[in-house]
């Protein structure tokens, strides 16, 4: 059974950090792009990050880049997350989801076959 969880969520101070994990169970991520979306309350799904099958290639929302790393390790079959400098706003669930390129259009949702049940992040003083 194909099956992404993502980890490392919780209740965070602005400016603290965070690192989520993606991990896969029932298959390999090495042959797949991987995509972190995030989703506010009363909001839409919204692409956060993405990464190439080889790491090769990353792209970033504009809201979080210069404060959001991904990065992956295939050997451990995750997709990490670094979230540094976390702002209120930052606020969502986070979703990892496989399985689309990394390049122009990454952000849409349709591209992506499968998802995890996402983790709540809390930015909050």
């Known amino acids: 059974q194909l099956q992404l969880v993502e980890s490392g969520g919780g209740l965070v101070q602005p400016g603290g950090s965070l690192r989520l994990s993606c991990a896969a169970s029932?298959?390999?991520?090495?042959?797949?792009?991987i995509g972190w979306f995030r989703q506010a309350p009363g909001k839409e799904r919204e692409g956060v990050s993405c990464?190439?099958?080889?790491?090769?290639?990353?792209n970033y929302a504009d809201s979080v880049k210069g404060r959001f790393t991904i990065s992956r390790d295939n050997a451990k079959n995750t997709v990490y997350l670094q979230m540094n400098s976390l702002k209120p706003e930052d606020t969502a669930v986070y979703y990892c989801?496989?399985?689309?390129?990394?390049?122009?259009?990454?952000?849409?949702?349709?591209?992506?076959?499968?998802w995890g049940q996402g983790t709540q992040v809390t930015v909050s003083s």
């Open positions: 989801a496989v399985d689309a390129p990394c390049s122009g259009g990454w952000d849409r949702l349709g591209w992506y076959d499968y």
């Open positions: 029932g298959f390999t991520l090495d042959y797949y792009g």
């Open positions: 990464i190439s099958s080889n790491g090769g290639t990353t």
